[in-house]
């Protein structure tokens, strides 16, 4: 049973096996993304936040979810679809369930570790101190520049 954010592996969506262990001692934010939803211009956001913080110790995470219906048909058309539209360069994982009997393990952990049920909807955002605790859990709606705080903060720690 993991007992830490850094006990869990994810698949990128390469097909390479991305050990969370990695990050140990930076900062991370975990977004369950689905191209097709209203809320997919976070992408711009989430790389705009990735690229000012990347060097200062923040790893943005986006973990394709179909659970709601709104992703591309395969992992390499949201790869595609999300460089073309929104230059994303941050890690981007094969497809995952977020809810359910079948959720992937990292959520079912994100979501009891941030004392929260169910994922209501996309771009669900788990902000990881550099200590590896659940710091914050954002919104689908909270858009990514409006906790730039949170991050600075979790990042002079």
Request: charged share 20%.
């Amino acid at each position: 049973m993991p007992t830490s954010i850094y006990d869990f592996s994810e698949t990128e969506m390469s097909g390479e096996q991305l050990d969370l262990a990695r990050y140990r001692g930076q900062v991370l934010l975990i977004v369950n993304t689905a191209s097709n939803c209203g809320l997919a211009p976070q992408f711009k956001g989430l790389e705009a936040l990735y690229q000012k913080y990347r060097a200062a110790g923040l790893v943005i995470l986006g973990l394709p979810s179909n659970q709601f219906f709104q992703e591309k048909a395969t992992d390499a058309a949201t790869h595609d679809y999300c460089q073309r539209h929104y230059g994303v360069t941050f890690p981007m994982t094969q497809r995952v369930r977020v809810n359910g009997a079948d959720a992937d393990p990292l959520f079912t952990y994100l979501k009891a570790a941030a004392g929260h049920g169910r994922i209501k909807w996309n771009f669900t955002k788990f902000l990881i101190g550099r200590d590896g605790t659940v710091r914050h859990r954002f919104a689908p709606t909270t858009r990514p520049e409006s906790f730039e705080d949170a991050i600075q903060a979790a990042l002079a720690e």
